[in-house]
């Protein structure tokens, strides 16, 4: 419950708001983050006979969501959800994980497959592959080493930071110097620093003095080296007092300071509140999470571009690859990869961490739990990383899992490689051969080792594919469109690591670019070529184009076609008949010779002089280019409609 009122409802109600609107004791309970005094209260108006709203329905089932009571709440969000609309989609996410943690899974499958319709295709993409992923989730998988640290506190301790070689968090232990933060009991957050020692704990916490100081909310810092400035989270203020919006909300804004204590505020707005700021130095973007009015969920992550941290764009909504209808904080960017954590549905506990890498074109993959090493029931986030000197990888975390030494602990980890379940990733184009035109639409299907359909995917409008699942040791790629070619491997554990790490470039052969029509008849399309005056021996040429009707075979193994061979008028008809015989026997050898299957070829004809396109029948005087029009070989597709 701690985290989530301090990382996801940074919000005080005035009283004078609370003066303005007609509010039950429960209401007045539930706004003030008693929930379980407001269980109570609810359940007692009830009692007397009360009315109670769908809105205060909605409270009672947050107040038993907070409170861990996911039977009654998921009972109760289900109840609104079948006959109102008011319930926002951040509620539908609770309900839909107070079923999760009910251990009602079937029952929320099938709830999902009636909603597959209105939900986005991303949320269901994503909820398939985690689903798959956690489930495949191996022992050699968990090898994250995680300690709590000594400066932790019995008060909330979270939002880790790196700061040369010290470490600075966020945290509501007791000052002299702070107000209690009314809801939780706590004191308002500040900032603090530790000292990082060699094995990783932090040491001697005090508070950070080179942000200015504030009666009220700051935290969440982070120290871009780059800049050598600091951003964080602070109250919206006036004349040292909290600033409320018009509906008694006071939020919290985004600022910046100079190492000479120099502020200035990046984002600010009384009905916003921003959290957990990044900034990325190779793209000069400030990532964070707010919770703007076109969120998809409670709070959302975004980035902003800036000169040198000094805003010069609108926010960016990360889109619904990253953000669901739940809550997506703590973004954190490493080595092309955005971690974070949020609390949809799908997950392991409340808020659990993941990653999505960042393509070159700024897409980002599907996000992956990083398992049950690491997430826990309960709520994970803040997570940061960085290489060590050891060759592996260490960093730190905030957490409410059972064992902390207060509501939220910052807990260190190190890892040996990269964090992650592993994945596997293709993406690239697909186009014709030797056109270079893109293919829009082609079928892109991942099989199994033992063939069984995985996923399919199609090429954009400009041909480009990626497709996303778990780690398999091997897989068939088949790619393939109607009137296309199509392209079919079996790659094994060591190719795969290899073709992500590029895109791959498939050609397919468009089958009109290979086809024409000739005598009334579908032929394949080759250059011309004549056999040596009364032989039938192959030469280099005719090989060359032979080679081709071999490839196109191989591209359209379905394809079954005849050889007809014909001679020109000159000679008898019995050595003409015979001679293009002979000639069409000699390119059914060699294509068998190169691969084709026997199957493939249906017929070999010589049909001599029987068929002269012209006039240079017996008798009859023609020049030698006129007798040439009569010598040819034709590929003749017998099943041509038929192929795909």
């Given amino acids: 419950m701690r985290t989530r009122l301090l990382l996801l409802a940074f919000w005080v109600v005035s009283t004078v708001g609370l003066a303005q609107e007609k509010m039950t004791k429960a209401d007045k309970l539930f706004y003030s983050y008693a929930y379980a005094n407001a269980i109570e209260a609810y359940q007692k108006q009830m009692r007397d006979g009360k009315l109670m709203t769908n809105s205060q ?14 039977k009654n709440a998921s009972k109760l969000y289900l109840q609104v959800n079948s006959k109102d609309t008011i319930m926002s989609v951040h509620q539908f996410n609770k309900m839909l994980q107070s079923m999760a943690k009910n251990s009602e899974k079937d029952r929320l499958n099938a709830f999902l497959d009636t909603k597959k319709e209105r939900l986005p295709i991303e949320l269901l993409e994503n909820m398939d592959f985690n689903s798959e992923l956690l489930r495949a989730e191996s022992e050699s998988d968990k090898d994250f080493q995680i300690f709590n640290l000594g400066i932790n506190s019995p008060q909330a301790d979270f939002s880790p930071s790196f700061y040369k070689d010290r470490l600075l968090f966020s945290s509501s232990r007791l000052q002299k110097s ?48 780059s800049l050598d400035r600091f951003f964080y989270i602070l109250s919206n203020t006036e004349d040292d007092r909290l600033a409320f919006d018009e509906n008694g909300k006071n939020s919290l804004a985004l600022g910046m300071v100079y190492p000479n204590g120099f502020f200035r505020f990046l984002l600010k707005d009384l009905s916003t509140s921003f959290y957990y700021p990044f900034f990325q130095d190779s793209t000069n973007r400030i990532y964070f999470a707010a919770n703007f009015e076109d969120s998809l969920g409670g709070t959302d992550i975004y980035y902003v571009n800036t000169n040198n941290g000094q805003i010069m764009s609108e926010p960016f909504n990360l889109g619904p690859r990253v953000n669901t209808a739940g809550n997506e904080i703590a973004p954190y960017v490493f080595e092309g990869s955005l971690y974070f954590s949020s609390d949809v549905f799908y997950g392991l506990g409340g808020m659990d961490i993941y990653k999505s890498n960042i393509q070159p074109d700024g897409i980002f993959t599907i996000p992956v739990n990083l398992g049950s090493s690491i997430n826990s029931p309960s709520d ?38 990269v964090p992650g379940l592993k994945t596997l990733i293709l993406r690239g184009s697909v186009a014709e051969i030797g056109q270079g035109q893109k293919i829009e639409k082609a079928s892109v299907k991942i099989l199994g080792g033992s063939e069984d359909l995985i996923k399919e995917v199609y090429t954009d409008e400009d041909g480009m594919f990626q497709v996303e699942l778990p780690w398999r040791d091997a897989i068939y790629l088949e790619v393939g469109k109607e009137r296309y070619s199509k392209f079919r491997y079996r790659y094994e554990e060591n190719k795969l690591e290899e073709i992500q790490k590029t895109p791959l470039d498939i050609e397919l052969l468009f089958l009109e670019n290979i086809v024409e029509k000739k005598e009334g008849k579908t032929v394949l399309k080759l250059n011309d070529f004549l056999f040596a005056k009364g032989m ?9 184009e032979l080679d081709k009707v071999a490839q196109i075979v191989q591209e359209f193994p379905r394809m079954r076609f005849r050889i007809e061979s014909h001679t020109d008028s000159r000679g008898s008809k019995y050595a003409n008949k015979k001679l293009s015989t002979q000639r069409a026997e000699a390119v059914q050898s060699y294509l068998l010779q190169k691969g084709v299957p026997g199957a493939n070829i249906l017929s070999v004809e010589g049909f001599g002089e029987e068929k002269i396109l012209n006039n240079c029948t017996d008798g009859v005087y023609c020049l030698d280019f006129l007798h040439n029009q009569n010598l040819r070989t034709l590929i003749v597709i017998e099943n041509y409609s038929e192929l795909e």
């Fill in 57 to 70: 329905f909605l409270n009672l089932a947050d107040s038993y969501f907070h409170t861990g009571d996911y």
């Fill in 536 to 544: 039938s021996d192959l030469s280099m040429d005719m090989m060359a």
């Fill in 380 to 417: 994970d986030f803040g997570f940061i990383i960085e290489e060590n000197v050891f060759g592996g990888y260490s960093g730190y975390f905030s957490s409410n899992r059972k064992g902390g030494k207060g509501g939220d602990d910052i807990y260190g980890f190190k890892i040996n490689r």
């Fill in 178 to 225: 702070k107000k209690i933060y009314e809801p939780s009991g706590d004191s308002f957050l500040d900032i603090y620093v530790g000292r990082v020692g060699s094995n990783g704990d932090v040491l001697n916490a005090n508070t950070f003095t080179t942000i200015p100081d504030s009666k009220y909310h700051k935290a969440t810092p982070y120290y871009s080296e």
